[in-house]
């Protein structure tokens, strides 16, 4: 399987954003959204997938936290799919449980192709430190919309927000690093269509 790298710039009136991508690293990142805990996050999904990510993000965040996290999202989906190419020989589905003391999350993936949001997710208060806990649907929606995924996200407990987040993070990178493996015995693309 050749490199499944991709980088990705994404500039607007309100953010400048680039991400770079290996599918086949390590878990390392770097990471500087200007926002301290969605670099938290990200970190969780690129260490938990194995996934190499670097992103560097500036936005408007004397207005608030709501276009950097959207666009990192957006941008984030648009090198997924780069360093996804065609699909050929991948597993294509993934899913993953991950607890954190009294959290539990379930995700699971299916690089379809076609976008699709499922998010399921209370948190017991509206901010995580500074972060508004709304902002993670903005995430989770511009990733599937420009990835061209299928997402489903439940929260199944949690009375801790950190918690919550951190096990659906965590659980993301499980399920992404599933769905993009290589299954040594899928040939082709792992669907009837011939394309995903």
Do not use: W
Request: glycine content about 10%; aromatic content about 6%; charged content about 25%.
């Amino acid at each position: 399987m050749s490199a499944r790298t991709a980088t990705i710039k994404r500039e607007t009136r309100e953010t400048r954003i680039e991400v770079s991508i290996d599918l086949d690293g390590c878990g390392e990142s770097q990471l500087d959204t200007g926002v301290p805990f969605l670099d938290h996050m990200l970190d969780q999904v690129a260490r938990h997938g194995l996934i190499d990510l670097r992103i560097q993000a500036q936005g408007d965040l004397q207005i608030d936290a709501h276009h950097t996290v959207e666009d990192v999202g957006i941008t984030l989906g648009e090198a997924l799919a780069a360093a996804l190419g065609d699909k050929r020989g991948i597993r294509r589905y993934g899913h993953a449980y991950v607890p954190l003391d009294e959290a539990l999350s379930r995700v699971v993936v299916d690089l379809s192709g076609r976008p699709g949001l499922e998010y399921h997710a209370q948190y017991p208060r509206e901010l995580i430190g500074s972060f508004d806990v709304d902002l993670f649907h903005e995430f989770f929606a511009g990733l599937v919309n420009h990835a061209r995924i299928t997402l489903h996200i439940d929260a199944l407990r949690g009375g801790n927000a950190h918690h919550i987040a951190e096990t659906i993070f965590k659980a993301l990178g499980r399920a992404l690093r599933m769905a993009v493996e290589a299954d040594p015995r899928m040939q082709g693309i792992p669907s009837t269509k011939g394309s995903l």
